[in-house]
Structures are given as structure tokens and as C-alpha cells.
């Protein structure tokens, strides 16, 4: 096994770097650009039962350090994905984890299913829209959130992942309500609520009103969050949210991530995820680690000994 190789939730990785869902489609328009194989993995763009056509524009907007978009989901449906997406996608040698979307405990249910028939990597639940007006129904209430990760364990027996919101005072009561369900992992996080107002017509910029800001600016959000499940919960973690370097994929393993994804810094660069792989081996020599492995949870096992009264190790 090679050094950078992980394994999270039960899913292997060659490389703890994949891209984050909805910010790389099903990976057709990076292929011209390098091997998708490089990749530790692939979180496809949400997929629900039938195509969903998404917000009307505007649909997204640039901040000085991210983006506020408001897509809603647009995607071309479960059957689409099973006979166009995943047929291409599968001849890659890298994990192709589905994120899936859905309006009830059913459509998520039958979306899994298939996928897992299919032969597909993972599954991602994504709870945690706050772009369609039934997004966050599952992501913001503990019974909801179990009732559904419970129902859909039940027809699945690949590494179940849940994706859980920024939008609430915090991860915890979701993410214990996720793995007592029995999710394998969770990804955090996606994107936080926002809102852009155009300085001249002092209207609200995207159509939809609010925005999903991701990028930069929520990094800090995103690592407090993994910070707070990883000393909190023995669950593993996907740590996404303004990742554009390898120093910054080091500091999401160091608070407990075992696994980063890539979003929005892709939009700027494409190459991104490729470089931070290329590099994520000197990143953490100079960080004083030899392997992945010995990264993880490093400032949650400084927080626990400060907890304890060791003082910093
Ligand atoms: C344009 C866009 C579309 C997205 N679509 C999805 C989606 O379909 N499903 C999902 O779970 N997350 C989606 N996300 C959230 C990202 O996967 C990621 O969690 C979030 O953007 C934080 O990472 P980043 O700052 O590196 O982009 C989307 C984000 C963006 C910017």
C-alpha cells in the first residue's frame, strides 16, 4: 500500500484527495485535461429519481475569497446517470462516490439502490442544500436525519457517506444522529447560507435570493467543524470547504479528516486537486509525517491532551 493510500468510512482511496460534489459534474469536462485516475476519488454532482431542472438564473456570484451559488440541484436524473455517466465514469481507476439528492425518505432510497446495483464506489447523502426550499428538511432535524440514513442502510451495503450542513449551531446532534443510523462516514461541509446585493439596483443578485458560499472563506468553518466531530465521534471524516493547497489539505487531516475533497478552488484552477496530490507528500514531510495516517487527528489529539491537563504534545 502506497503511502498516501487512506481508507475511510470502509472505502479505499489510492490518495486522500477527491472533488467535491457538484464543482466537477461526472468529470467529462476535466478528461481532456488530465487522467481522472489520479484522483483519490470522484463526488459526482447530485443525483436524483427524475431530472430536476434547477434554480433560475442568476445562479451564482463572486465574492472577494468564494462564490455564492444557487444551482438547486440541476441534474439530468437517475437513469441518465446509469446509462450515460456511469458507464463512462466507471473505466477510471479511481472511487466514484454518488452523491445523492432526493425530495422524500423514497427518492433517496430508490437512488441508492440503483447506484449500489450499478457497482458504483460510495454513496453521499446529501442533507444539506440550502439551494431548493426542501434542502435542509433532513440536515437540520436529528429524528428526520436518522429516520432517512436508517431507511436508506437498509438497501445498501457500500460505504454510506452523509453530508451534513454549516447551517446549524453545530455538527454534533447531526452527525451522532447520522452514525447511530449507521452512516459510514460524513462529509463536511457543504456550502453556507448567503445572500449578494447588487450595489446599483440594491436587489438581491441570485434568483433564487440566497446562496450556498463556499471557497476560502469558509475554511475556517469547515475546519471547526471536522475539529468538533473528529474529538467528539470514532467516525470517519471527508473534509471539504476552501481547500486550494496542500498546506490546507494537511490542516483538514491534522483536525481529524481522513480524506479532503476539492470544490470551488477547481472553477479557478482545474489542476488544483492534481498539484495538491503532487505535493501533499512534501507538505507533510515538513510537517514532520511520514504517511497520511500519521497526519490525522493531530490537533484532536492536542485538544484532548489540553482537555486532560497534559498541556501541548
Ligand atoms: C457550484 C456548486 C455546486 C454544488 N453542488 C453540490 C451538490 O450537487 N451536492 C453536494 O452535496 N454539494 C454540492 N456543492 C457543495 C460542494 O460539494 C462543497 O461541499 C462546498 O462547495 C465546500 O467546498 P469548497 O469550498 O471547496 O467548494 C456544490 C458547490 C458548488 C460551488
Not at 70 to 78: E, K, R, S, T, V
Not at 204 to 223: E, K, M
Not at 281 to 290: E, I, R, V
Not at 306 to 313: A, L, V
Request: aromatic share 6%; hydrophobic share 45%.
Amino acid at each position: 500500500m502506497s503511502a498516501q493510500a487512506v481508507s475511510v468510512g470502509g472505502l479505499s482511496l489510492k490518495n486522500p484527495v477527491l472533488v467535491a460534489s457538484g464543482t466537477f459534474g461526472y468529470g467529462r469536462e476535466f478528461a481532456p485535461l488530465f487522467d481522472l485516475s489520479r484522483l483519490g476519488g470522484i463526488m459526482v454532482k447530485g443525483v436524483s429519481v427524475t431530472p430536476w431542472a434547477g434554480n433560475a438564473g442568476v445562479r451564482v456570484a463572486e465574492t472577494e475569497s468564494g462564490m455564492l451559488n444557487a444551482i438547486g440541484l440541476q441534474n439530468p436524473g437517475l437513469q441518465h446517470f446509469l446509462d450515460v455517466d456511469w458507464p463512462w465514469l466507471r473505466r477510471f481507476d479511481t472511487a466514484v462516490v454518488v452523491n445523492v439528492v432526493g425530495h422524500s425518505v423514497a427518492e433517496y432510497v430508490a437512488v441508492t439502490e440503483a447506484v449500489t446495483a450499478a457497482g458504483v464506489g460510495a454513496v453521499e447523502l446529501n442533507v444539506s442544500c440550502p439551494n431548493i426550499a426542501d434542502g435542509l428538511v433532513f440536515g437540520t432535524d436529528e429524528r428526520a436525519l436518522f429516520g432517512l440514513v436508517s431507511a436508506v442502510r437498509k438497501v445498501t451495503a457500500l460505504p454510506l457517506i452523509v453530508k451534513l450542513s454549516p447551517n446549524t449551531s453545530g455538527p454534533l446532534p447531526y452527525a451522532r444522529a447520522a452514525v447511530e443510523a449507521g452512516a459510514d462516514a460524513l462529509s463536511l461541509i457543504n456550502t453556507v447560507l448567503g445572500v449578494a446585493i447588487d450595489r446599483n439596483s440594491g436587489q438581491t443578485v441570485l434568483g433564487n435570493r440566497t446562496g450556498g458560499l463556499s471557497g476560502p472563506a469558509i475554511r475556517p468553518i469547515a475546519l471547526r467543524f471536522v475539529l468538533e466531530v473528529a474529538a467528539a465521534l470514532p467516525v470517519d471524516l471527508i473534509g471539504m470547504g476552501g481547500i486550494a493547497t496542500a498546506q490546507d489539505a494537511v490542516s483538514f487531516l491534522q483536525a481529524g479528516a481522513g480524506a479532503v475533497a476539492v470544490g470551488t478552488a477547481l472553477f479557478r484552477d482545474p489542476w488544483t486537486a492534481l498539484r495538491i496530490i503532487d505535493e501533499l507528500p512534501a507538505a507533510l514531510s515538513t510537517a514532520g509525517y511520514q504517511t497520511v495516517d500519521e497526519a490525522v487527528g493531530r490537533a484532536v489529539r492536542q485538544e484532548r491532551e489540553r482537555r486532560d491537563g497534559r498541556g501541548r504534545s
